[in-house]
């Protein structure tokens, strides 16, 4: 149960704080829920064992329990609005004297004010769950609210419907599975050329071709290559939910070190063999 009402239809019990307003207004409003009377630390814990499975009382005194309880919700549901006043000068307009005054009078002699208020000053809305002239239809609480015109509002363009319970697909703009497949198989290709080049480099490491073309930095670019060739791994991944896809962070990091580690390879072939051929003419000059 997410609401009162639902916790009423239920038969949950609910905690609400001995001897305050927020206690009577659940009992009145709601004169089927089993309401647990009970001091705040004692409603805390016994939410926390689920012996109640809501807690009715100041939205203020909520959201402190919530920063030491981060496990707990706040529903937001409201059963009435607390009033501050305010002074205000004598002369005022004339229609907003008569219906002030009318409205300090109704308070004297009912005694009820947010009633009151909500008669003159603001609609009352239906409680959580709720939507309708009367409070009569649903609103799924996880995504909708009730105006003051009784329409239950969904809180995201993501969901719709008369009661917003109906999501709406979404276009998720994935990786068709052919081109996966088509760049599976080029990962798979470049991987099997590297092996190739690696394995032919070792078997023939003692030709004198092989020796020339420096072996090291052959191996060094074969390395490169493979590490670039990875980034195919990572930009295929992806989710179909709302979750974050953790292997993009590796997207940039193997591009940039596998293209680093060819071309650096090959500056520094080409800067040792530009090296050899200037000691070479300097000797010859």
Not at 23 to 31: I, K, N
Request: hydrophobic share 40%.
């Amino acid at each position: 149960a997410s609401t009162l009402d639902e916790a009423s239809r239920a038969g949950v019990p609910v905690c609400a704080l001995e001897g305050t307003y927020e206690a009577v207004m659940v009992a009145e409003q709601f004169p089927d829920l089993e309401i647990l009377l009970c001091s705040q630390t004692e409603c805390v814990n016994m939410l926390r064992k689920e012996e109640c499975f809501l807690y009715a009382t100041d939205e203020m005194e909520l959201r402190t329990i919530q920063t030491q309880f981060p496990e707990f919700e706040v529903t937001g549901e409201r059963l009435s609005t607390q009033l501050v006043a305010w002074p205000v000068r004598k002369r005022l307009d004339p229609t907003a004297s008569f219906l002030l005054n009318k409205w300090i009078y109704a308070a004297i002699t009912g005694g009820f004010i947010d009633e009151l208020y909500f008669e003159y000053f603001e609609k009352k809305l239906c409680p959580m769950g709720s939507a309708g002239a009367d409070c009569e239809l649903p609103c799924d609480p996880d995504h909708g609210t009730s105006n003051a015109q009784g329409k239950c509002i969904c809180e995201s363009t993501r969901w719709t419907g008369d009661d917003c319970s109906v999501e709406i697909p979404q276009e998720l703009n994935m990786i068709p599975p052919t081109i996966k497949a088509i760049a599976y198989c080029m990962f798979v290709l470049n991987t099997a050329l590297v092996l190739f080049c690696g394995i032919w480099l070792r078997a023939h490491r003692h030709r004198p071709e092989v020796k020339y073309s420096q072996p090291f930095f052959l191996c060094l670019v074969l390395l490169g290559c493979f590490v670039s060739t990875a980034t195919i791994l990572a930009m295929a991944q992806e989710d179909e939910g709302d979750s974050p896809v953790e292997a993009c962070i590796a997207i940039p990091w193997l591009y940039s070190v596998g293209f680093s580690i060819t071309f650096g390879t090959l500056f520094a072939k080409i800067q040792r063999v530009y090296g050899i051929f200037s000691k070479g003419h300097q000797r010859s000059s």
